[in-house]
């Protein structure tokens, strides 16, 4: 699908359909008369009538001559948010597909956030709202409904178009970057193995010319990445340790932030193994590393000015004969020892030495992803992700990236009190806490032992990585969940 810009105003010979999004409170604004005149009137008769009063979540739609004209509420400007214009550009957009529209207008109209934003929002919308995971479906009957073009029309802001330019690049880059996240984060676990994941990651470093390595079974025994080769001791597929690498820094001068990711490409819990209702959810257990690879691209695609580091851990967490089991005592890359009283705490396991490993780069920031606690899910839900965080300027900086990115944080403690929850009578620390108490705390803190002393922000996306109902304009399956934040958080932090 290809997204132009025009400065003229809306044309409905030259798309089959277009989208205009309007505030609650501003319905009697010049932008919705005019898009009244071009209704033939609807638009008033439908407020008139009550059947369309521009609040969150409403549309109606309009016929124009064969043509098609939704129009989106989006609530009352002075506190509308991002969210509120993907969501409503994303569902206008799927539902004009189904009416197979292939072009599609976009007008901008009066931006509350800056035209820049409101273009990022309407084009992330749009994109991530286009997105479908549909490869094994056999049946070819019905065929696949495609829009070919997208006319974002910016008459009345000509002198702006700079700022839409902008916008819509952002909102592109970072729609694709979340998609293409999703992409490997929607592959089944009989396909998506540690191998295929990095396989995945060498041809993404190929296409973006950057670093990659990886470290196989073999490696990382040289390497005493120990905890990491615990959790795979069960499965027949080979761990993998994979490390993308992207240097903007201009003139050597700029930050280094390392991006860690949990890359479980199915958790079945291993010896410590889970019930069997929707254990099959748990291939979605890679989605950090798989968030990973979305946001190296969209640092490489934005030209940050930093050197970020992409690390995934990924293995399979099986139970058999060899499988590291509860009592066993790991000493892991860092030199410190974990007591294992729960296999299904192997997210944990594996992060604690790729936390090793990125820390020996040296980063000024780290920042890790994981689907790490059942805890956080009973917390948050699918709404908002877990923040754990050792620094607290940092923390503010990262929810400060979550409100604008619309991917929201929210701040969970994982100060020194919690430390005691993984005390172990025999060994440094051990995986889990207690049970029922403070679950994703616990985790955090395991993780806190191996991301000091850095500055360290630990994002805990059980609840939010992949969704079971439609939500808005992400559909179901794996939502991206970290992409956008993170690279918010890179954006704001690198550039000045
Ligand atoms: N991958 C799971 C966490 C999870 C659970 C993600 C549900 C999404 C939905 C993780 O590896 C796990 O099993 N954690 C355990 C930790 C416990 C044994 C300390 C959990 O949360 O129950
Ligand atoms: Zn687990
Ligand atoms: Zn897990």
Same mark, same amino acid.
């Given at each position: 699908m290809?997204i132009?810009?025009?400065?003229?105003?809306a044309?409905?010979?030259?798309v089959d359909s277009i989208i205009v999004g309007v505030y609650s409170d501003k319905l009697?604004s010049?932008f919705v008369?005019n898009f009244d005149?071009l209704s033939?009137?609807q638009l008033?008769?439908a407020i008139?009538?009550k059947e369309f009063d521009g609040k969150e979540s409403t549309a109606v739609m309009f016929?124009?001559?064969?043509n098609k004209m939704i129009v989106v509420g989006l609530g009352d400007s002075k506190v509308s948010k991002g969210e509120v214009i993907k969501n409503a550009f994303g569902n206008a957009f799927s539902s004009l597909k189904e009416y197979?529209c292939?072009t599609i207008g976009v007008p901008v109209f009066e931006s509350v956030g800056g035209l820049d934003f409101l273009s990022r929002c309407i084009v992330e919308g749009v994109v991530i709202g286009d997105y479908s995971?549909?490869?094994?479906?056999?049946?070819?009957?019905?065929?696949?409904?495609?829009v070919?073009?997208v006319i974002v029309y910016c008459?009345e802001h000509?002198?702006?178009?700079?700022?839409i330019?902008?916008g819509v690049?952002l909102g592109q880059?970072l729609a694709?970057?979340t998609n293409?996240?999703?992409?490997?984060?929607?592959?089944?676990?009989?396909?998506?193995?540690?191998?295929?994941?990095?396989?995945?990651?060498?041809?993404?470093?190929?296409?973006?010319?950057?670093?990659?390595?990886?470290?196989?079974?073999?490696?990382?025994?040289?390497?005493?990445?120990?905890?990491?080769?615990?959790?795979?001791?069960?499965?027949?597929?080979?761990?993998?340790?994979?490390?993308?690498?992207?240097?903007?820094?201009?003139?050597?001068?700029?930050?280094?932030?390392?991006?860690?990711?949990?890359?479980?490409?199915?958790?079945?819990?291993?010896?410590?193994?889970?019930?069997?209702?929707?254990?099959?959810?748990?291939?979605?257990?890679?989605?950090?590393?798989?968030?990973?690879?979305?946001?190296?691209?969209?640092? *490489?695609?934005?030209?940050?000015?930093?050197?970020?580091?992409?690390?995934?851990?990924?293995?399979?967490?099986?139970?058999?004969?060899?499988?590291?089991?509860?009592?066993?005592?790991?000493?892991?890359?860092?030199?410190?020892?974990?007591?294992?009283?729960?296999?299904?705490?192997?997210?944990?396991?594996?992060?604690?030495?790729?936390?090793?490993?990125?820390?020996?780069?040296?980063?000024?920031?780290?920042?890790?992803?994981?689907?790490?606690?059942?805890?956080?899910?009973?917390?948050?839900?699918?709404l908002?992700?877990?923040?754990?965080?050792?620094?607290?300027?940092?923390?503010?900086?990262?929810?400060?990236?979550?409100q604008t990115s619309g991917e929201k944080?929210?701040?969970?403690?994982?100060?020194?009190?919690?430390?005691?929850?993984?005390?172990?009578?025999?060994?440094?620390?051990?995986?889990?806490?207690?049970?029922?108490?403070?679950?994703?705390?616990?985790?955090?803190?395991?993780?806190?032992?191996?991301?000091?002393?850095?500055?360290?922000?630990?994002?805990?996306?059980?609840?939010?990585?992949?969704t079971?109902r439609p939500k808005g304009y992400l559909g179901?399956?794996?939502t991206?969940?970290? *992409?956008r934040?993170?690279?918010?958080?890179?954006?704001?932090?690198?550039?000045?």
């Open positions: 290809q132009i810009i025009e400065e003229k105003s044309n409905l010979n030259e009697d010049p008369k005149k033939n009137g008033k008769g008139g009538n016929r124009i001559d064969g197979s292939k995971f549909n490869k094994y479906k056999t049946d070819n009957t019905d065929p696949k409904k495609q070919d073009k008459q000509n002198n702006s178009k700079m700022l330019e902008n690049k880059i694709d970057s293409l996240t999703r992409t490997i984060a929607n592959e089944p676990a009989n396909v998506a193995t540690p191998v295929f994941v990095a396989n995945k990651a060498k041809e993404l470093a190929n296409q973006l010319k950057i670093k990659y390595e990886v470290f196989g079974r073999k490696e990382l025994e040289k390497m005493d990445a120990n905890a990491l080769l615990a959790v795979s001791a069960g499965s027949v597929n080979e761990p993998q340790l994979i490390h993308l690498e992207y240097d903007g820094r201009k003139n050597g001068k700029g930050k280094t932030i390392a991006v860690v990711g949990k890359g479980i490409t199915f958790d079945s819990g291993g010896i410590s193994i889970k019930p069997a209702l929707k254990m099959e959810e748990m291939k979605f257990d890679k989605s950090g590393a798989c968030a990973v690879l979305g946001i190296m691209n969209a640092c *490489v695609k934005l030209s940050v000015n930093a050197r970020i580091i992409g690390i995934g851990a990924l293995s399979e967490n099986l139970p058999s004969g060899s499988a590291y089991k509860p009592s066993d005592i790991i000493k892991t890359m860092s030199g410190k020892t974990v007591e294992v009283q729960n296999t299904d705490a192997e997210g944990r396991m594996v992060l604690s030495d790729a936390l090793t490993y990125a820390n020996k780069f040296k980063p000024d920031y780290i920042i890790d992803l994981a689907t790490l606690t059942g805890a956080c899910v009973v917390a948050l839900g699918d908002t992700s877990g923040l754990f965080c050792n620094d607290e300027e940092f923390e503010k900086k990262m929810i400060i990236a979550g944080l929210w701040s969970l403690p994982v100060s020194a009190e919690y430390d005691e929850k993984i005390k172990s009578d025999i060994a440094d620390i051990k995986n889990v806490g207690e049970s029922y108490n403070a679950g994703a705390s616990a985790g955090a803190s395991f993780l806190k032992v191996f991301a000091a002393p850095t500055k360290w922000a630990h994002l805990d996306i059980a609840g939010t990585a992949w079971v179901l399956g794996s991206g969940m970290g *992409v934040v993170v690279t918010q958080f890179i954006m704001n932090e690198t550039s000045s």
